[in-house]
């Protein structure tokens, strides 16, 4: 089976920088993808990395490392809108469609 | 273009009661998938499909059916709702175009079960 772990709460200061670890245990892999979810709405698609590395979107930032089945998410500039759950989610085989997805990280962002 | 749209938005039901929850997408997606999202429990997969007319069960499947007669659509089923069923149950669609493991999600249904 799959599992991820992230940590459930964490709390920063509107322009600052935060970063959301993930680390994941799946019998294969085929990329980790982020997602954002407002309370009350649903989930937003954020990032994806397949291979080992930074990619970058505007002021988010997510970083892969496959060897050590680990990837984050970086959010920077902070924002009060930024304050959200944030899921990671892994696919665990070509062709395989499914994700399997964290529980999630609630990101409050404090003046 | 809608997206993903599910109706209803909210509903209430009783012990026993059944109910079909609709899921459509204007995206030409190959695959949906019904999730469902509790506190604290992250996204479930429930079950899922990766064609017209094909279904898999994911994660939670128990209680729940589902079908897919039309590409566009995509059904879930509660036979005889109990408690347990009480979340927000959230579709989605992708596509195999481009590897990116995007998935779009609908706005959700929240589900009582008194």
């Known amino acids: 089976g799959q599992s991820l772990e992230q940590p459930s709460e964490v709390t920063a200061v509107e322009g600052a920088i935060v970063q959301i670890n993930c680390t994941y245990q799946t019998s294969g892999f085929y990329g980790l993808s982020w997602y954002q979810q407002h309370d009350g709405g649903a989930p937003t698609f954020l990032s994806y990395n397949a291979l080992d590395g930074l990619e970058e979107t505007g002021r988010f930032s997510s970083f892969l490392s496959r060897s050590d089945s680990y990837g984050y998410l970086l959010l920077q500039e902070l924002q009060m809108k930024d304050s959200a759950s944030y899921f990671c989610a892994v696919r665990d085989g070509f062709g395989n469609e499914k994700l399997t997805f964290g529980t999630g990280t609630r990101l409050t962002i404090i003046p | 273009n809608a997206g993903v749209t599910q109706t209803p938005k909210f509903r209430v039901l009783k012990t026993g009661q059944s109910m079909t929850l609709l899921c459509a997408q204007d995206m030409n997606h190959e695959y949906m998938y019904w999730y469902r999202q509790d506190p604290g429990m992250g996204l479930r997969l429930i079950h899922y499909?990766?064609?017209?007319?094909?279904?898999a069960k994911g994660e939670v499947p128990d209680g729940y059916n589902v079908s897919r007669l039309k590409k566009q659509n995509f059904l879930l089923g509660l036979e005889s709702a109990a408690p347990s069923q009480t979340s927000v149950y959230f579709c989605a669609s992708s596509t195999l175009a481009g590897r990116t493991d995007t998935q779009y999600f609908g706005p959700g249904t929240r589900l009582t079960v008194l």
């Open positions: 499909s990766v064609g017209e007319g094909t279904t």
